[in-house]
């Protein structure tokens, strides 16, 4: 299946301070989706981006897609310890529908 | 949305037995996946669950393994056979809608073999 590499593999930061992991592919992917999978839980939906260079919004969090479709970022601006949890990218292509999860980034939000 | 129900939630058994999973959906759904995700990783496809048919898997996992039933569109199973320490993982089901494309989750099923 397609492959996505996904950086970091963990982040720390400072409460307060900004926070981004990035998600490439080789091959030009149909879409790329966001999920959060907070410790012990498991992993819920965020967002969907179709379109290349496709910016979308959910307050403190930026998504973008890259003109090519082949990679995509999450932008957390401010980060609270409620943003802690491991943020995954999964991306499907060609005439696959069954998205492929990136290794994902844990983000740990020091108070 | 989608509403998933998983049991057992967790369960340590011994090397050699098997454990059947169970997801239930709270409405039909066309697309359910089972993954796997150990420990610290990413999510890994095992297989689709095909309603009414043989369940197609993913490279690295075969039927032997982990069977697969899908007698409806809202209910699921997944055996692991024949269990070893490696087979300590999380057993997530998911169902995949159709308009958005996005992947429901249940809880998860937290293995342990001794």
């Known amino acids: 299946g397609q492959q996505v590499m996904q950086i970091p593999q963990y982040q720390h930061v400072q409460e307060g301070e900004d926070f981004t992991t990035y998600c490439n592919s080789s091959?030009?992917?149909?879409?790329i989706q966001w999920y959060k999978q907070r410790p012990g839980g498991h992993p819920v939906f965020l967002i969907q981006?179709?379109?290349?260079?496709e910016v979308k919004k959910q307050k403190r969090l930026t998504f973008q897609f890259g003109e090519a479709k082949k990679n995509s970022s999450l932008h957390i601006t401010a980060t609270q310890t409620t943003d802690v949890g491991t943020y995954f990218c999964?991306?499907?292509?060609?005439?696959?529908?069954?998205?492929?999860f990136g290794r994902g980034t844990s983000l740990i939000v020091h108070p | 949305s989608a509403v998933i129900s998983q049991k057992p939630s967790r369960d340590i058994c011994q090397r050699g037995t098997s454990l059947t999973i169970q997801c239930q959906v709270d409405?039909?759904?066309?697309?359910m996946f089972w993954y796997r995700q150990q420990p610290g990783q990413s999510l890994t496809l095992i297989a689709t669950?095909?309603?009414?048919?043989?369940?197609?898997?993913e490279s690295g996992f075969v039927i032997d393994k982990f069977p697969i039933s899908r007698p409806n569109l809202t209910f699921s199973t997944l055996t692991v056979s024949n269990m070893s320490p490696e087979d300590s993982s999380i057993y997530l089901c998911?169902?995949?809608?159709?308009?958005?494309?996005?992947?429901?989750f249940g809880e998860g099923s937290r293995l342990t073999v001794l």
């Open positions: 998911s169902v995949l809608t159709a308009n958005t494309g996005e992947l429901f």
């Open positions: 091959t030009t992917l149909s879409n």
């Open positions: 981006l179709v379109k290349s260079g």
């Open positions: 999964a991306a499907a292509s060609g005439g696959s529908y069954i998205p492929t």
């Open positions: 409405s039909q759904v066309t697309m």
């Open positions: 669950a095909n309603q009414g048919s043989e369940a197609t898997y």
